[in-house]
């Protein structure tokens, strides 16, 4: 079945505690991308992945960092976490160029304490 | 900056009733506009439009794209207590690396939708 799996689907955590999100694709996309969605605000996209080794701010990148390293993933990294960061996250990934349908992950909600 | 506006942001209908959710972009370089229904997960995909005055349809639902007017509206007849759901527009935005393509996806805000029974 053609996928994007995220882990964890929930996780509460401390203040500067890095954590990672992972992101795995089946479908054999070059398009990656991680969005956060806040109330009142919409989905924004925090980073974006071309290929393998290409990866790029989006609109809102401060306190995060991706990589991608293979094809199928791209994580998500907060390496000091705060409570701002609480959020809904989503990670999607497309065939090529973003004029097609864009799959999402499941979510990811992130509270940080 | 590219913008997407959707309305209304919330509205609330008795079942059976149609409803019409619109969405305004101002992007550089349009490709194309598309339609998202989250319920309580993931964004699934409804519609791509990429020409203008096309209608998609889907059952109950339809969506048409207006180039000159830089909007689109979603049409759901006959409105079932299962198509609440936040329904989101999209429009890809263009990278700016040669060869085409886009970096991403600028949202809306979404239109929250509510049937009640």
């Known amino acids: 079945e053609a996928q994007v799996t995220q882990n964890p689907r929930y996780l509460i955590t401390v203040t500067g505690k890095k954590l990672t999100v992972t992101c795995s694709q089946n479908?054999?996309?070059?398009?990656m991308s991680w969005y956060r969605q806040d109330p009142g605000l919409g989905l924004r996209q925090i980073y974006y992945?071309?290929?393998?080794?290409?990866?790029d701010k989006g609109d809102v990148p401060e306190g995060y960092k991706v990589s991608r390293k293979e094809k199928r993933n791209f994580p998500l990294i907060l390496e000091s976490p705060s409570p701002n960061q609480t959020s809904l996250y989503f990670c999607?990934?497309?065939?090529?160029?973003?004029?097609?349908?864009?799959?999402f992950g499941q979510g990811t909600r992130l509270t940080v304490v | 900056e590219d913008k997407v506006v959707q309305s209304p942001l919330s509205l609330v209908v008795h079942e059976g009733d149609t409803v019409t959710l619109n969405c305004s972009y101002e992007?550089?370089?349009?490709?194309?506009l598309l339609w998202y229904k989250q319920e309580k997960k993931a964004p699934t995909f409804l519609f791509m439009l990429?020409?203008?005055?096309i209608e998609k349809k889907s059952g109950r639902l339809s969506s048409i794209l207006d180039k000159k007017e830089l909007s689109s509206i979603l049409n759901i007849t006959a409105t079932q207590t299962g198509d609440s759901a936040i329904y989101l527009c999209?429009?890809?935005?263009?990278?700016?690396?040669?060869?085409?393509?886009?970096?991403?996806?600028?949202f809306g805000k979404g239109t929250h939708l509510i049937i009640q029974p």
């Open positions: 479908m054999n996309h070059e398009y």
């Open positions: 999607a990934s497309s065939f090529g160029p973003l004029n097609t349908e864009a799959f």
């Open positions: 992945s071309m290929n393998v080794e290409v990866t």
């Open positions: 992007v550089t370089n349009f490709r194309s």
């Open positions: 990429t020409s203008s005055g």
């Open positions: 999209a429009v890809p935005r263009p990278t700016m690396y040669s060869g085409g393509g886009a970096d991403g996806l600028t």
